[in-house]
């Protein structure tokens, strides 16, 4: 086989390096004309055909060789490039394949010998069933053995228990400690993260993770030990005490405050022990438990505004792996004390799916998101680095979190606003924004109202996807105007802001995502115009930096987020930020009753008595069938800076803001719950759906009736799904756009998002006008009348625009009218839309 393989590259490579002569006889390239080529290939790996004439005309050494000959040159220079990369992507899914293998094998051996354990147990209970025990000594004799007295403030004491921390975290990552059970909705597999495991029937709750990362060892240990930088609810860990340990490792003594994921609950913190040392087979160990007792501990009042929850035997077990990177184990259990909740909220802090999304994949997925930006795999946008864009992500996150939750020692204090029991207005006069440039000191503070309620019947991924694309749903302009303003020193910052109108249209760009998309960073400019007359025309656009979180729908407990902050258009990598948004939390239905957040210490939940869907409030009580209806927690956080005079007209201005937010969320809320009237929501064209199907077949008949050829090359056997398939892939940008007065596109294959630089999404906010310059404007309104008459125009090459400012060349466009089925493909009734294919095209 690799005989075969390395036939086939000399030949396909002689090819490449020989061309036809005039006379007819193949002649090789000489080793001049392959390097002049290779230079102009490695500019433009696909140039038009004035393109390579040009080559021709300016490099004396290629006079000789037609273009046709140069054309089939490249074509097979990308040919051997898209062969290598397809070897070299082979040979990393067979690694990953292998690893896989490996952890399949470990995990079929553990399984095996729980099996043998539970046999044994089995076997003795049935002993003991037999026996009858009559002898009350026997019962005196059956005492629980005394375990050692350790001291928990002495080096040797903190060693024994790191020590036995070590075995027990040992025995979950590996052996059969914990009853663990394959994470619902997370198979394994080459293109998967790892192996996802959750516990059943044990204490507290805990999850487990193997993955292969292309890392070595001790800069996996270095990164999960640095804890905020990836687990987003963690607000602060501190390294108390420090000390090396007999056998070569190190002991630490670590205080770690989390953040509440709502206001309805308090937050969490940990004191606990952290053992780092090595194995003798090489592998390398980070394991942690909670200490009991205050010890050395923090003291009181840093620790008063939380629960102390308990860490139950956990860390990370990072094995290297041949060929380099290595192979970790990671182990997450924990005790949160479910009891100081609500009850409806103890499902979130009794679920081992919701530790494994926040705690044990993030883990993972983090690893491996630096593993892939350390190869250079990832591609970001507007030139930012990707640790740039990671702190953006961290710092909306925490931002978000600080609303939320409010803490004292912060600078937050509540306050009294008249009116709003329902929603929590906070302030913080005295940080002056932490997240914020020092340039903004002549900001009186932070207002932040925030509410929670319950949801039923919500799909929290549908929900934020919603509020998402349509933001002027629930949005007002002159709110985000106003926030915008106040972070900015110009002329137009507020008191004296401009009365703006918002035009209706918002354009989504994406900067970057992590790599599963679970989460997407954005820059979303809101179009605006003033409505002074004296600069009508001058444009009031809103940038927001935003995050998206959570919209895969089959992702089993994770919580969705739509974060978002005001930023200016060119904002620098300490640009301030004041993150407002929604969290949606997916909570259990076996437990809790929504009663009891009726009788929660918070009034904010007195907003659910209008949320309830069903004829009647009983049955909404949460005591039907597990499988009859689902709940969440929903949260809403909005900041507003403000100067010390304007205070009292920011917290109205912000209760009533919030209140119609809160509004517009109920009645969308209604709308995509099963038993409204649009359960479903998103892009009707996203590749996959019937309507994507439909439509390509559309595109595809109707370029052959006007143009006489074939668009899509399918054989005899090809279905429809074959037919999207071929259009979405397809190496010219295939565009689609509605026929309203103002057209707007509504469909483009892979290739004109890529042209665009949009996602499918956003596509549907870009007019077709904004794309092409002037001259292309001219263009095709000289052709529109011939395109509307005779069902197609060709247009000559041009310019046209990214949604980024880019300018893209393009050799030649294609319009074409798109009908429906029907056997008269001339009759405009079954006119759908026009589609536009842009040939050879690329950046400038």
Partial sequence: ?????????????????????????????TAEQVEALERVYAECPKPSSLRRQQLIRECSILANIEPKQIKVWFQNRRCRDKQRKEASRLQSVNRKLSAMNKLLMEENDRLQKQVSQLVCENGYMKQQLTTVVTDASCDSAATTPQHSLRDANSPAGLLSIAEETLAEFLSKATGTAVDWVQMPGMKPGPDSVGIFAISQRCSGVAARACGLVSLEPMKIAEILKDRPSWFRDCRSLEVFTMFPAGNGGTIELVYMQTYAPTTLAPARDFWTLRYTTSLDNGSFVVCERSLSGSGAGPNAASASQFVRAEMLSSGYLIRPCDGGGSIIHIVDHLNLEAWSVPDVLRPLYESSKVVAQKMTISALRYIRQLAQESNGELVYGLGRQPAVLRTFSQRLSRGFNDAVN?????????????????IIVAINSTKHLNNVSNSLSFLGGVLCAKASMLLQNVPPAVLIRFLREHRSEWADFNVDAYSAATLKAGTFAYPGMRPTRFTGSQIIMPLGHTIEHEEMLEVVRLEGHSLAQEDAFMSRDVHLLQICTGIDENAVGACSELIFAPINEMFPDDAPLVPSGFRVIPIDAKTGNSQDLLTANHRTLDLTSSLEVGPSPENASGNSSPGSSSRCILTIAFQFPFENNL?????????????????????????????????????????????????????????????????????????????LKLLWDHQDAILCCSLKPQPVFMFANQAGLDMLETTLVALQDITLEKIFDESGRKALCSDFAKLMQQGFACLPSGICLSTMGRHVTYEQAVAWKVFTASEDNNDNNNLHCLAFSFVNWSFV
């Fill in 1 to 29: 086989m690799e005989m075969a393989v390395a036939n086939h590259r000399e030949r396909s490579s002689d090819s490449m390096n020989r061309h036809l002569d005039s006379s007819g006889k193949y002649v090789r390239y």
């Fill in 406 to 422: 409010g803490f004292g020692d912060d600078g937050w204090s509540t306050m009294h606003c008249d009116g709003a029991e329902d």
């Fill in 647 to 723: 205070q009292e007209n920011v917290a109205g201005m912000a209760c009533q803001y919030v209140r119609s937010v809160i509004s517009s969320v109920q009645r969308v809320a209604m709308a995509i719950s099963p038993s409204g009237i649009s359960p479903s929501l998103g892009s009707k064209f996203s590749p996959g759906s019937p309507e994507a199907v439909t439509l390509a077949q559309w595109i595809s008949q109707s370029y052959t009736h006007h143009l006489g050829s074939e668009l899509l090359t399918v054989d005899s056997l090809g279905n429809n799904d074959s037919i």
